[in-house]
């Protein structure tokens, strides 16, 4: 089965909401990367973390290794937040990083 | 600036042509991929190299070859396009297992 399992698949928000994502992981990961897909095709690194929470503007991510668990938190949504975002469990010893199936987000003015 | 450089950016070619995208990295990492996201928009891992060496080779058609001449360059080379190549490949390159860098993809579109 999949590793990193990603939820929701797809999400709406209007402007000025917010909202979470998530990604759970079926073996400990040391740990955890986010990106966004723009609309040129781009992954665009939003956070990197091995534990604790990062903040960036208004994406907050968290990373529970022991938990196996991440989520991005995204507040405040604007119109360019729209995109896809992936959550992925950096290259260990297999070299081989391993993506979610993306949460497809957009946003509503 | 270093990043993860991609060329080209679109390519377009009929089937049972050779094709070939290069990539290279300016971040000093020691580990380069291929990616490959499909029609699904589903990222694939095809190929990891560190340092020039082949550790990942996923399973893919014959007709995909990787090509490394140094830890900074990856190329990949596809003998004889069929319509399913069709996609959007991606090159990344990470150091020492951890964060993993993009490059801006090369999007195939095989008539």
């Known amino acids: 089965g999949d590793q990193v399992e990603q939820s929701p698949s797809a999400l709406s928000l209007h402007e000025g909401t917010g909202s979470a994502l998530r990604c759970n992981f079926t073996?400990?990961?040391?740990?955890v990367q986010w990106f966004r897909k723009n609309s040129r095709g781009s992954l665009i690194n939003l956070f990197y973390?091995?534990?604790g929470t990062k903040e960036n503007g208004r994406l907050k991510s968290a990373f529970d290794s022991k938990e196996r668990y991440s989520t991005l938190h995204i507040r405040d949504a604007q119109l360019e937040d729209s995109g896809t975002y992936f959550c992925a469990a950096p290259p260990g010893g297999n070299y081989k990083p391993t993506f979610g199936k993306g949460t497809s987000l957009v946003v509503h003015p | 600036e270093t990043a993860v450089f991609q060329t080209p950016n679109y390519h377009v070619t009929q089937v049972g042509n050779e094709v070939s995208f290069n990539c290279k990295q300016t971040?000093?990492?020691?580990?380069m991929y291929w990616y490959k996201q499909d029609s699904k928009k589903l990222l694939k891992i095809m190929f990891s190299?560190?340092?020039?060496?082949?550790?990942v080779n996923e399973t893919v058609p014959r007709r995909f070859s990787p090509q490394s001449s140094d830890k900074a360059h990856l190329n990949l080379r596809i003998k004889s396009v069929e319509p399913e190549d069709s996609a959007v490949y991606l090159c990344a390159s990470s150091s020492q297992g951890t964060e993993v860098f993009f490059g801006k993809g090369t999007r195939l579109t095989v008539v």
């Open positions: 973390l091995a534990s």
């Open positions: 971040l000093g990492h020691d580990t």
């Open positions: 073996t400990t990961m040391r740990a």
């Open positions: 190299y560190n340092n020039k060496q082949l550790i």
